[in-house]
T-cell receptor, first 114, second 113 residues
Framework: DGGITQSPKYLFRKEGQNVTLSCEQN?????MYWYRQDPGQGLRLIYY???????QKGDIAEGYSVSREKKESFPLTVTSAQKNPTAFYLC?????????????FGPGTRLTVT | EDKVVQSPLSLVVHEGDTVTLNCSYE??????LLWYKQEKKAPTFLFML????IEKKSGRLSSILDKKELFSILNITATQTGDSAIYLC?????????????FGTGTRLTIIP
């Protein structure tokens, strides 16, 4: 079964703790993306990576970090520096080609920080 | 700053009605415009548009892009309760070889039986 998996589905953390969200894909896609979605808002881009060992900041990268050591995996760490981390986090992947390819989304992780 | 604006923000109609959702954009280095449907969790892909004036159709859904006036519309005819969802518009942008999507805030569509 090809697709994108995110784990866990729900995550609860105390303020001040770092937390890492997992994203794995077996679609052989080159590019991977992390978005954040808040109630009543669209998706906002946190980080993206078009090739292994390289990534770029999106529009709201402050307080987050990523790594891309393998093509299949793009974990996101929400650090204690992120002021308002409670949100729904979506990971996506796509082919990397000129013209911006369609992105496929994982099921998301809902993070609650108290 | 790249901007994608969707309207209306929210729409409630009766089953069988036809709806038109709007998406306007102001971006540099436009590459494509995409529509997604989001029901509970993951957005699912509907259409990708790159050329003006060419309608894309899938069943009761259709979409068209106007690159001169910088907008797109998504039409849904003979709506059903299963069409209730958030519809997201995203614009693909290329910036020095970095390709990414910028999303609008979405239109929440509710179909009343």
């Amino acid at each position: 079964d090809g697709g994108i998996t995110q784990s866990p589905k729900y995550l609860f953390r105390k303020e001040g703790q770092n937390v890492t969200l997992s994203c794995e894909q077996n679609l052989n896609h080159d590019a991977m993306y992390w978005y954040r979605q808040d109630p009543g808002q669209g998706l906002r881009l946190i980080y993206y990576s078009q090739i292994v060992n390289d990534f770029q900041k999106g529009d709201i990268a402050e307080g987050y970090s990523v790594s891309r050591e393998k093509k299949e995996s793009f974990p996101l760490t929400v650090t204690s520096a992120q002021k308002n981390p409670t949100a729904f986090y979506l990971c996506a992947s796509s082919w990397f080609e000129t013209g911006v390819a369609e992105q496929y989304f994982g099921p998301g992780t809902r993070l609650t920080v108290t | 700053e790249d901007k994608v604006v969707q309207s209306p923000l929210s729409l409630v109609v009766h089953e069988g009605d036809t709806v038109t959702l709007n998406c306007s954009y102001e971006v540099t280095n436009f590459r494509s415009l995409l529509w997604y449907k989001q029901e509970k969790k993951a957005p699912t892909f509907l259409f990708m548009l790159t050329s003006s004036g060419i309608e894309k159709k899938s069943g009761r859904l259709s979409s068209i892009l106007d690159k001169k006036e910088l907008f797109s519309i998504l039409n849904i005819t003979a709506t059903q309760t299963g069409d209730s969802a958030i519809y997201l518009c995203a614009v693909g942008i290329s910036n020095f070889g970095n390709e990414k999507l910028t999303f609008g805030t979405g239109t929440r569509l509710t179909i009343i039986p």
